[in-house]
Every structure is written in C-alpha cells, then in structure tokens.
C-alpha cells in the first residue's frame, strides 16, 4: 500500500492550494483519513481528518480556511486551503487507516509535500 501525496508549492499569503492524497494497492477498506504537518523545529500536528463517513474534524488554527473531503471511490482525500497565512508553511503528510485484507486497519503515512506561504 502507497499513499501519493501532491499539490503543494510556493503562495502569496492570502492565496489558495489543493493538496491530494490517493491510496493505491491492495486495499480492502479505510477508515479515517487525514493531513497533518510539521513545520521546522516543530512538532506534527493534526490539520484536518475525516471518517470514511465523512464526519470532519480540524484543527482550530485552520477552521473556517481549510477543508477537507474524500472520493471513497478514488481512495483519494483532499484539503483545500484558503486564505493561506505564513505560518501555515510547513511540510503536509497525508494519512490514512488501511485494512488490506481481513486482518486489522493499519495506519499509512504519504510522503509529505512542502507547503510555503509567503507574506
């Protein structure tokens, strides 16, 4: 199982970005998704997640500019954030719980793709 993270780069404060996240390979079901980030020195923290369901939790720090949503169908989550401030930049690692076969949900990890917000 692969978790393909993109849509980061380089944006003005004030602008916009969409990142993406597809799960790919052998994959029975998941369970909850979601965008964490860690930016330099820091600590990762949770940003935003949702339940295969659909039910939305997110972090105070983006609540009113970040949204997250899912394609169950394309084993795809997404965050689009608006009105992107300079201390959003950090690197944005997507995640999600995977049941591969009958066994338990495991936890898989993206890559990680760089946010930068410039002022």
């Known amino acids: 199982v692969q978790l393909q993270a993109c849509g980061g780069g380089l944006v003005q404060a004030g602008g916009s970005l969409r990142l993406s996240c597809t799960a790919s390979?052998?994959?029975?079901?998941?369970?909850?998704m979601g965008w964490y980030r860690q930016a330099p020195g820091e600590q990762r923290e949770l940003v935003a997640d949702?339940?295969?369901?659909?039910?939305?939790n997110s972090a105070d720090s983006v609540k009113g500019r970040f949204t997250i949503s899912r394609d169950n169908a394309k084993n795809t989550v997404y965050l689009q954030m608006n009105s992107l401030k300079p201390e959003d930049t950090a690197v944005y690692y997507c995640?999600?719980?995977?049941?591969?076969?009958?066994?338990?949900?495991?936890?898989?990890w993206g890559q990680g793709t760089q946010v930068t917000v410039s002022s």
């Open positions: 995640n999600a719980d995977i049941r591969t076969g009958l066994g338990a949900f495991i936890l898989y």
């Open positions: 390979g052998r994959i029975f079901s998941i369970n909850d």
């Open positions: 949702i339940t295969s369901g659909g039910r939305t």
